[in-house]
């Protein structure tokens, strides 16, 4: 409920910040232009009449200015912009109008609000998306080395691609003009950086996982297959707060649910919502692959339970037996595997939280 005297929106921008401040008294709207300093949208701030809520919407300013207005002792809520109710017929849009409207909804108390990271765990959080992201560069690289090779006759049949062997014969590879020459060695070159540049983020990531905030939530998850520790670190990082989720909920978190259109007697259900975090429902639905091959507790997953507790290890062997059972019933059925592969991500992230909200 909103209790504050003063709801203030703010339309925060790289070069400047349009402010608007409702008092709930009198009614005035105050509006104001402000350099994007922490200090002065303060100073501002604390000049109202008090007590003060303040939102904004995320963005690619990041949390500081939250983090700022929270240790001045002011509310601060920091709106998801998906979630905003905008006028379906409002055709103007303005740093002025967005601002009033930001204080609107925070004093109708209609801000879903997003959860503001602690500044290590934000530091976490850079250090995984640098990693999907050179994952990316990676995979863009080799596809170009492989399709030129490809458009010059080179076809690699020795066995899987991007292996020893596979990395020989790219070194074998001759081309009689020098502008292609040149053009492969560039590419193979940035294959070879990327990779380097991927296995240092993987040690930084390893060093994190063992010793940080987040290692007991990684061993946890890493007890269910196909959750590496890159796997399982990513996960606790990007959902953070597991606390604030159910095992009902995590799903349409991660937008593992279907779509629906629904009216009176008639029910229609599509493809799932693809809402939330892209990162974490990326890596439930490659480690859903994982659990479809017959469950044998084999030498990795028994060292990754020797780190764990007994009830985690209990509870993640059925887990997997559970993954593992959904898929032989799937496939009995005739469904598609990448719908079948759906489901069990939609499972497994439930199996991931009732993990990851055990003590230790």
Not at 32 to 61: K, N, S
Not at 277 to 299: C, D, I, Q, S, V
Request: net charge positive; hydrophobic share 45%.
């Amino acid at each position: 409920m909103f209790i504050e005297r003063t709801s203030v929106g703010l339309d925060v921008h790289a070069r400047s910040i349009v402010a608007a401040a409702i008092d709930g008294v009198t009614g005035e709207v105050v509006q104001e232009r402000l350099v994007p300093d922490p200090q002065v949208v303060i100073g501002w701030l604390l000049r109202l009449p008090g007590p003060v809520a303040v939102t904004y919407e995320a963005g690619p300013t990041g949390f500081g200015l939250a983090r700022a207005i929270t240790a001045a002792g002011l509310r601060c809520q920091v709106a998801a912009p998906s979630k905003l109710l905008r006028p379906a017929r409002d055709r103007v849009k303005t740093d002025a109008r967005d601002a009033v409207m930001l204080a609107r909804l925070l004093r109708l108390d209609e801000i879903v609000a997003v959860r503001v990271p602690t500044i290590t765990q934000e530091a976490a959080r850079d250090l995984v998306r640098a990693r999907e992201d050179v994952r990316g560069d990676l995979m863009r690289a080799r596809h170009r080395v492989s399709k030129l090779a490809l458009r010059h006759g080179h076809v690699y049949y020795g066995g899987k691609a991007w292996t020893l062997a596979h990395d020989a014969w790219l070194r074998r590879i001759r081309f009689e003009q020098p502008g292609t020459a040149a053009a492969f060695e560039a590419d193979y070159e940035q294959v070879q950086l990327t990779l380097a540049r991927r296995d240092r983020l993987d040690t930084a990531i390893t060093m994190m996982a063992a010793d940080s905030e987040f290692t007991p939530v990684t061993r946890r998850l890493c007890c269910l297959r196909g959750i590496s520790t890159l796997t399982g670190f990513a996960l606790a990082v990007e959902i953070g707060d597991w606390h604030r989720l159910s095992g009902a909920t995590i799903g349409s978190y991660l937008g593992l649910v279907p779509t629906e259109r629904s009216s009176g007697e008639k029910r229609s259900q599509g493809g799932i919502t693809k809402t939330g975090n892209t990162h974490a429902r990326r890596l439930l639905t490659e480690a859903a692959w994982h659990h479809k091959p017959a469950y044998r507790r084999g030498k990795t997953i028994l060292e990754r339970w020797s780190a764990a507790p007994a009830p985690v290890v209990a509870r993640a062997d059925a887990g997997n037996r559970r993954l593992h059972a959904r898929w032989v019933t799937l496939d009995a059925r005739k469904k598609k595997h990448t719908v079948a592969c759906t489901a069990i991500a939609r499972e497994l992230a439930g199996w991931c939280w009732s993990l990851a909200v055990m003590d230790d």
